[in-house]
């Protein structure tokens, strides 16, 4: 992916210790080196199962336009964390399963970024020194996350990670009476959810958004479907249930829900090879198969995530829980995007994809966050590819 103006340094070891966490909470920080004044902050919060390191694109380029990125890990993280084969296929499973449940389970995430603007406005009202809630062995990244500007703080996330983007934005959820529960920060001046949720899920009712009152952009992919089979429809609800002003919508032709943060699947070499002998020819779509069929192939993945380590398993053991579930539509889509069906994630397309997102992207922080002008309106328009409403 393209880098932009400044270089960017990286520090992946930053602990800080919150009020609400038994566990300090591990931050990865992006931010723009040798650039002097205040910066705007941006805080990114992962999908399901996922790791700061993962889906890095978008934050990257954010980093080397002159903003700092804060890249939180969050409890439900599995990938990387040295659980391997069927430990991990089980733990991921379980996270699937908990998505479909109580949405009070994922509530930590908002809670996570509101404590990590917290440990941010401590540091930058102490600025010659670290507060004694971080460990890091960084002080060039304490440096620059000092420097931050708590008046142009913004929250984006994807998937799972939009959800909690939408809730410290202002969306509110049901709480255990019923009642409409509030984890809005109103530090956060602007929010770019990338494949959000909308109705029906997580707590979310069509009441949920009447108070999301500052910009927000939301993004999804024409072949972005919900985890249960929900229509890229449903990612606008966001978009249309909110309050009209600096909202938008993007629409990028052809992306997944993994290649809009710049992930993919093995499309090259042996471990590709391996992959289209699991899953068929591309071509071969599931609709033109039998019931039987499809659960033979669910059959093969478990056997597979039972002894092997080299493939994505979550994806894996998502693809096998669709097609138990016989979703046949999200099966079909998660399908092709592990067989490369999509843009090749290492290839022209998808890095031109990406520039062409983050440039957008970048339009909207710079509109609503880079220099804390709140009347401004992004006035970009989007490449070829992609479409964006505004209201």
Not at 50 to 71: F, N
Not at 222 to 232: K, L, N, P, T, V
Request: charged content about 25%; some cysteine.
């Amino acid at each position: 992916m393209t880098e932009g103006r400044y270089e960017v340094g990286t520090e992946a070891a930053l602990r800080i210790s919150l009020a609400d966490r038994v566990d300090p909470l591990r931050v990865v920080a992006l931010w723009p080196r040798n650039v002097a004044g205040s910066l705007p902050l941006i805080v990114f919060s992962h999908g399901l199962g996922g790791r700061p390191e993962l889906g890095q694109a978008l934050p990257r380029r954010w980093a080397s336009a002159g903003y700092v990125c804060l890249l939180p890990e969050h409890a439900d993280a599995l990938v990387g964390g040295g659980l391997q084969g069927r430990s991990l296929a089980k733990e991921f499973g379980r996270l699937f399963e908990r998505l479909k449940g109580r949405h009070a389970d994922f509530l930590d995430r908002p809670r996570d970024i509101t404590g990590l603007i917290d440990w941010v406005a401590a540091l930058v009202e102490e600025p010659t020194g670290v507060p004694e809630k971080v460990d890091s062995r960084n002080s060039e990244a304490v440096v620059a996350i000092s420097q931050v500007d708590l008046e142009r703080v913004g929250v984006a996330g994807h998937s799972i990670g939009a959800y909690a983007a939408q809730l410290v934005a202002g969306a509110r959820v049901s709480g255990a009476s019923g009642e409409l529960l509030s984890l809005r920060d109103h530090r956060v001046r602007a929010a770019l959810l990338v494949s959000p949720q909308g109705t029906g899920r997580l707590g979310l009712a069509p009441e949920s958004w009447q108070s999301v009152d500052l910009p927000q952009m939301s993004v999804t992919g024409s072949a972005d479907w919900g985890a249960e089979g929900e229509s890229i429809e449903w990612r606008r609800e966001p978009f249309v249930q909110a309050p009209p002003g600096s909202k938008y919508h993007l629409v990028v032709e052809g992306a997944t829900h993994a290649s809009l943060v710049g992930e993919g699947s093995p499309r090259r070499g042996q471990r590709g090879v391996r992959m289209h002998r699991l899953l068929g020819d591309p071509s071969d779509v599931l609709v033109g198969r039998s019931t039987a069929e499809r659960g033979s192939l669910a059959r093969r993945i478990r056997t597979l995530l039972a002894r092997r380590t080299e493939f994505p398993m979550p994806r894996l053991e998502r693809l096998a829980h669709l097609l138990e579930a016989r979703n046949w539509k999200q099966a079909e889509s998660l399908r092709g995007e592990l067989l490369g069906r999509g843009p090749d994630p290492n290839g022209a397309e998808a890095t031109r994809m990406m520039d062409q997102l983050a440039e957008v992207t970048l339009a909207f922080w710079s509109a609503h966050l880079a220099d804390g002008d709140r009347t401004r309106q992004m006035d970009a328009e989007p490449p070829q590819g992609m479409t964006l409403e505004r209201r």
